[in-house]
């Protein structure tokens, strides 16, 4: 079939179609006359183009699902790698959804402060403001274990069997211990937003991920995540972020008991306060807590580091 035809059945333009195939996306068939052949596989692969394009994933995101669709597969999201960039596209979102609510409160902050700013009349507590106690966590709790080992624990590992933390070896070794990372298909326990310090697991398992190189370079000789959740869950979490270190999985928090880490309890689990140890030859070296930005964690991990290598 010709251009035409697809563009008719597919429900694009002839130049959406000739850009899909500028991208190497679809690749018709080219007769002697030099005119081209599209065949039914190009026209279901220009639809579901089309889609991901409404869906807001872009041409060059695509491949997955035309992969997929390659292989024989139904639809173009029967494969694990599809399902994986959707995913990806969903953490896109809400990261962007976070930083346009952001942006929000700064606008609505600043229109306040410019309405009040030559008034007499004192300015209105925003009904959508956030409280102060739910904003960080709750201070101390966890000072008490620098200095001390490393107690005989092994614990399941996302790389494949268990990692004993007495057996880190020499060197400095960064296990960051967080609540519970959040994923598309789970609900999150009620309340989680207002519990303090709670929020923002994600956003600092990103925040490894993207230092784990320098992290290396600044003398670190491993980075490990340590929850309470399950291997099989964490493991979700590792391919879906691609993160570069293992997940530790400590579901009955016997390194909380041993060491007395903080903890708290949601949706009926009792879960880990957010810190992070620093163990060096098989001694607690330092302790971060509370931690307030998750997001930034990893860089003030990485500076203390360099200013204490």
């Known amino acids: 079939?010709?251009?035409?035809?697809?563009?008719?059945?597919?429900?694009?333009?002839?130049?959406?179609?000739?850009?899909?195939?500028?991208?190497?996306?679809i690749r018709p068939r080219r007769l002697a006359n030099g005119y081209r052949a599209f065949s039914e596989h190009d026209v279901r692969a220009v639809r579901e183009l089309r889609t991901l394009r409404e869906l807001g994933i872009p041409a060059g995101r695509t491949r997955p699902f035309l992969d997929c669709l390659a292989s024989g597969a139904e639809t173009a999201d029967d494969c694990p790698s599809s399902m994986a960039e959707?995913?990806?596209?969903?953490?896109?979102?809400?990261a962007r959804i976070e930083e346009?609510?952001?942006?929000?409160?700064?606008?609505?902050?600043?229109l306040e402060t410019a309405a009040y700013r030559n008034s007499c009349a004192s300015r209105p507590a925003r009904a959508d403001a956030v409280p102060a106690a739910i904003a960080a966590p709750p201070p101390g709790g966890a000072g008490h274990v620098r200095g001390r080992r490393v107690p005989a624990i092994d614990l399941p590992a996302t790389s494949g069997g268990s990692v004993a933390l007495d057996g880190l070896g020499a060197g400095r070794s960064v296990l960051y211990v967080y609540p519970l990372t959040g994923r598309p298909d789970v609900d999150l326990p009620a309340g989680w937003d207002s519990i303090p310090g709670a929020r923002g697991c994600t956003a600092e398992a990103c925040g490894f991920r993207d230092h784990h190189r320098d992290l290396l370079a600044a003398g670190a000789t491993a980075v490990y995540g340590v929850s309470s959740q399950d291997t099989a869950y964490q493991r979700e979490v590792v391919e879906r972020l691609r993160l570069p270190f293992a997940m530790l999985s400590d579901p009955g928090l016997r390194l909380a008991a041993v060491l007395g880490l903080p903890t708290f309890e949601a949706g009926g689990d009792r879960l880990y306060s957010r810190l992070t140890l620093i163990v060096r030859d098989g001694l607690i070296e330092h302790v971060f807590h509370p931690v307030d930005e998750p997001g930034a964690h990893a860089g003030q991990v990485l500076e203390w580091?360099?200013?204490?290598?």
């Open 1 to 25: 079939m010709r251009i035409g035809d697809v563009a008719r059945q597919a429900g694009v333009s002839t130049k959406a179609i000739r850009r899909y195939e500028a991208l190497g996306l």
């Open 86 to 94: 959707y995913r990806t596209a969903i953490d896109g979102l809400t």
């Open 305 to 309: 580091m360099k200013a204490t290598a």
């Open 100 to 110: 346009l609510t952001a942006l929000r409160e700064r606008l609505a902050d600043r």
